[in-house]
């Protein structure tokens, strides 16, 4: 599975956007990009996946360049409630049943 | 709709003695994952069952530690004669197909101390 490497923390104010990118140079043709969003005591939650160009959904959008070699979390209008670990992950379809989570990025939102 | 569930959420229990952590998952899910979390770290993988079947166990320390997913009822992540090593919090994750491009749903995790 592709290591991949991203912010270990990044602070923001409430109404920001904040962009966490994460590199992942060794990815294989195969391979998705998914984000996982996880508060303390609590367990991980799926917030995007992606393959290619960009994604959105009701949460957050993903930016990922056509080299595939990193990609970025786009989190608009940020609240106090985002405040979260972010994990990026990358894996292959069909055979990555283990989830590899890094350490994440740490994201503190204030007022 | 439940989500996954897992029972206890917290669990004390003193050096040698073991510990049953349960899951169950989404209704309808018949992929089953374990992974523990280490004070500051990020999740690591331990095992991965189907039901009545280990999939993927490479996470999985070589002794003391079991897992299972039966035909009917939860799956059971079974630790003896823990030690204080153990202690960290243990999560399960159900999916309704493999593959990492299919999304994961996780429980909130049992938290074992071992005193």
């Known amino acids: 599975l592709a290591k991949t490497t991203q912010p270990i923390s990044m602070d923001s104010y409430e109404g920001q956007e904040v962009n966490i990118t994460c590199s992942h140079n060794?990815?294989?043709?195969?391979?998705?990009i998914t984000w996982y969003q996880q508060f303390p005591s609590q367990g991980p939650r799926f917030i995007i996946q992606g393959y290619k160009t960009k994604v959105t959904n009701e949460v957050a959008s993903l930016f990922i360049p056509a080299d595939r070699k990193s990609s970025t979390l786009s989190l608009p209008r940020v609240s106090l409630s985002d405040t979260a670990v972010y994990y990026c992950l990358v894996g292959p379809e069909g055979g990555g049943n283990k989830l590899t989570f890094g350490t994440g990025t740490q994201l503190k939102v204030e007022l | 709709n439940a989500g996954v569930m897992q029972n206890p959420r917290h669990l004390v229990r003193r050096r040698g003695q073991e510990a049953r952590l349960r899951c169950s998952p989404v209704k309808g899910h018949s992929h089953v994952y374990w992974y523990r979390q280490l004070p500051e770290e990020g999740l690591k993988f331990m095992v991965y069952l189907q039901k009545e079947n280990i999939i993927d166990e490479s996470g999985m320390p070589k002794e003391r530690f079991s897992a299972e997913f039966p035909k009917e009822g939860p799956s059971i992540l079974r630790i003896q004669q823990v030690v204080r090593g153990d202690s960290a919090a243990y999560f399960c994750a159900s999916s309704p197909q493999q593959g990492a491009n299919t999304e994961a749903f996780f429980g909130q995790g049992t938290r074992l101390t071992v005193v």
């Open positions: 060794n990815i294989a043709t195969n391979d998705y």
